[in-house]
Structure formats: C-alpha cells, structure tokens
C-alpha cells in the first residue's frame, strides 16, 4: 500500500494514509523505536510508546484489518468500529498488541509493541485495532 501523504487535522481517515496520534490527556505522539522491550518476562519486541517530539518516528499507516488486507481499499474512508491496522513508517512494523504484561503500567495491562512476521509487513490478528471515533 503506498501511503498517500500525511493526512491533515479533522479530516476523514482513509486507507493508505498516514497519521500521527496524540494521547488526549498528555498530548504525547504515539511513537516507536527500533528498540526492542529487555524486562523480564516481556516479547523482546519493539518499544511503543509516546513523545513529545514531532518527528518521523510518530508517523502511522492506515491499512486494513489483517483479514482484508489484499482488499483493494486505498483512499476508502475508514468507518466508525471498523478494523484497522496501523503500519509504523520508518520501522515498517505493525502496531501489535501482546499478551505479556506491561513493564512500566503494570501486570493488569498489556504490552503494545512495534511487529511482523515477513518483510511485506502482514502480521497477524494482533495487529488489528478497531477505530473508535469520538463524535
């Protein structure tokens, strides 16, 4: 999927665009590094977390759910409670949620890290997120 530019502020979010998300309450980008987790006990992944630097690294691909990503969807609107997975642009690793316990939030919650299974970014049913849009 080749991304179409950075999608401006209140726009509509559509496949194949890419985006930066900003944590409501601190105003922290979503970000990664290719710096994989080394508590114990963790994936080893990639590190997700936020920042307050603008730059490359807070830079998302919208792309479709892991079952339809051969669908041919770019520049669709994405829906309200759609599926959707977020393709982290300079590493080109899949937003990827794990089972392993958080290291810094604590046992209850769970690790969000950067991941793929093969050079073409496909992942796994991990990877997909559900768009919830405040209205």
Same mark, same amino acid.
């Given at each position: 999927?080749?991304?179409?530019? @950075?999608?401006?502020?209140?726009?509509?979010?559509?496949?194949?665009?890419?985006?930066?998300?900003?944590? %409501?309450?601190?105003?922290?980008?979503?970000?990664?590094?290719?710096?994989?987790?080394?508590?114990?006990?963790?994936?080893? %992944?990639? @590190?997700?977390?936020?920042?307050?630097?603008?730059?490359?690294?807070?830079?998302?691909?919208?792309?479709?759910?892991?079952?339809?990503?051969?669908?041919?969807?770019? =520049?669709?609107?994405?829906?309200?409670?759609?599926?959707?997975?977020?393709?982290?642009?300079?590493? %080109?690793?899949?937003?990827?949620? %794990?089972?392993?316990?958080?290291?810094?939030?604590?046992?209850?919650?769970?690790?969000?890290?950067?991941?793929?299974?093969?050079?073409?970014?496909?992942?796994?049913?991990? =990877?997909?997120?559900?768009?919830?849009?405040?209205?």
């Amino acid at each position: 999927m080749k991304p179409t530019g @950075i999608m401006p502020t209140n726009d509509i979010i559509c496949y194949g665009v890419q985006i930066r998300l900003r944590h %409501q309450t601190t105003g922290a980008l979503l970000t990664s590094k290719d710096r994989p987790y080394t508590h114990n006990g963790t994936s080893g %992944q990639p @590190i997700v977390g936020g920042s307050a630097k603008k730059d490359d690294l807070n830079i998302w691909l919208v792309k479709p759910s892991h079952e339809r990503r051969d669908d041919n969807i770019l =520049d669709a609107p994405v829906v309200n409670g759609e599926t959707i997975r977020l393709e982290h642009v300079s590493t %080109q690793r899949n937003l990827h949620s %794990q089972q392993h316990p958080a290291p810094i939030t604590g046992p209850d919650k769970k690790e969000v890290t950067c991941f793929y299974r093969d050079k073409f970014g496909v992942g796994n049913s991990g =990877d997909d997120w559900i768009l919830q849009l405040d209205e």
